[in-house]
């Protein structure tokens, strides 16, 4: 079982960065998928990026410009860094994980993901 923490969290003004971490724990199968997604009130979960065991990415994409997924597998975190933050991306952000099926890239479906952290609250505003 996989369990995930993020941080980093909090309040920021329009046009600056943020940088939000997930700690995984557990057993990780050597084939994974691990994404963020983040969700505002009264709507779908939606997917941001994806990094997969080869460190491929995938992004959604209206937000390749200003979102970067990364993974450090010794510390084992996943990170996401966002830039020239809008009060858009209020929202509470999602860590995800999931085997991955072999020869198959990650993809960012909420449905398919079965280990999730708490989730971290972004607000955006001045």
């Known amino acids: 079982q996989v369990h995930l923490a993020e941080s980093g969290g909090g309040s920021v003004r329009p046009g600056g960065s943020l940088t939000l971490s997930c700690v995984i724990s557990?057993?990780?199968?050597?084939?994974?998928?691990l994404a963020w997604f983040r969700q505002v009130p009264g709507k779908e979960r939606e997917g941001v990026a994806c990094i997969d065991d080869n460190s491929q990415t995938r992004y959604k994409e209206s937000m390749m410009e200003r979102f970067t997924i990364s993974q450090d597998k010794i510390k084992n975190t996943v990170s996401l860094y966002i830039e020239r933050l809008s009060p858009d991306d209020t929202a509470i952000y999602y860590c995800?994980?999931?085997?991955?099926?072999?020869?198959?890239?990650?993809?960012?479906?909420?449905?398919?993901?079965?280990?999730w952290g708490q989730g971290v609250q972004v607000t955006v505003s001045s």
């Open positions: 557990g057993s990780r199968p050597p084939n994974y998928c």
């Open positions: 995800a994980a999931k085997a991955r099926t072999w020869g198959y890239r990650c993809a960012l479906r909420a449905d398919m993901f079965y280990s």
